[in-house]
């Protein structure tokens, strides 16, 4: 297993923090390549629970290096405390790299997500608010200021003052908000830049070095793949790469060094924010589903919103991520349902088709088709191996692997790291 790429398959919090933390035990190096503090990844050991945003959650593994790759945007304050919050609670942070590369989130940033979102009024994409998509807007238009300036105080502060004139007429003359203040800024700034100093190097040189000893290497998505920039449900997606090709874009690891995807699906969709949601249940079924499954975001807190597994759009990350293997999760949470429903083609206009479309619009439009399967009534959260599963849980295991056509690995059936069901692939 030298390079295995964790990714989500619907629209994100399908539990790849417990995954990730699942595979670092045997790993050498956890690498985060995509995404900001929009991400919330829960580690739960024992009575202990960690949320991470920024870190890599294979930190919690003394003998990994975690590193935050180039693809990967920092708010500097979410990231010092989040590793002052794990060092106080005895976790070894000695270990964390940060690439030189990764784009810095900016408090016009974070304005400016607030600002665009009012601004799109009833369209808005219900973002998380962290200044994600202002600060890849500006990676990508050649504005960023990234941890290599963070770290060097006097050429910080001279970006700071070159961007903020250009920022500062956007926010007041466009949106007739107030203007930032250059000195604040670097004063709040300086102190994090000091911190990460230590930190910061050149992270693909270390990934490419770990990979030419032949290291373990897990590579953390954050996000989901239908929140890809590219291949999501654009526009109400996210502003990075979260598929499994993002991993090499984000660290500098060519794509061949990448020998494994597990692709990561709870045995429902949850979505949070704005968006097409062909399974969406609304009513009462939603309901029971957010309840059982604490269905609240990891970073807003917001409700999840909750619908039955779609094969369709699985099938289509699946392929999208070249996935090898499976991790189905929070079968738990259906226990207790009479039926259990899991979309297997779309009626879009009258024509029935199994095929993803790429066109959002068109995909409002798509009537879900679905198969229906009995339920299960016993608990599942004890089970270890597959054979503890009531008969009917197993068959609808079954039914999603050879829809989405990827083998099952890991089935999960409760938030602890032991909850877990190991399947031979
Ligand atoms: P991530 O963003 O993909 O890492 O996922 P989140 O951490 O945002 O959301 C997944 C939630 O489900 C977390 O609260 C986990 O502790 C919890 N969880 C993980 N696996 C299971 C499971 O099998 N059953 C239940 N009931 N909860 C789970
Ligand atoms: P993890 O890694 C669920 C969603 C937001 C919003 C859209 C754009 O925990 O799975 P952004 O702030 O990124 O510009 O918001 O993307 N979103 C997530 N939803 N889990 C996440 O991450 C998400 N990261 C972003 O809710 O709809
Ligand atoms: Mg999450």
Redesign the pocket.
Known sequence: MPATVVV?LQ????A?GKIVDFLSENADVVVRYN?GN????TVVVGDEVYKFHTVPAGILHDSVTAVISDGVVIDPAVLCGEVSALAARGINTSKLRISNAAHIIMPWHKLLDQLEEQHRGSQK??????G??PCYQDKYGRWGLRVCDLVDEERFAARVREVLGYKNSLITKVFGGQPLDADAICREYGEFGRQIAPLACDTSHLIASEEAKGSRIVFEG???SL?DIDHGTYP????SHPISGGAAIGTGLGPRAIDDVIGIAKVYTTR????VFMTELEGEEGEVIRQKGAEF???TGRPRRCGWFDAVAVRFTCKINSCSRLALIKLDVLTGMPTVRVATAYDINGERTTEFPQDTLVLEKAEPVFEEFPGWDQQVSEARKLSDLPATARAYIDRLSTLVDVPVWAISVGERRDQTIMVDV
């Open positions: 989500g629209w994100g919090d399908e790849k995404g929009n991400a919330g990844h994409i219900g973002t998380t608010g962290r994600i998509g954050a996000h989901g929140l109400y997606v996210t502003s949070v924010g704005s968006g975001g990891t970073t």
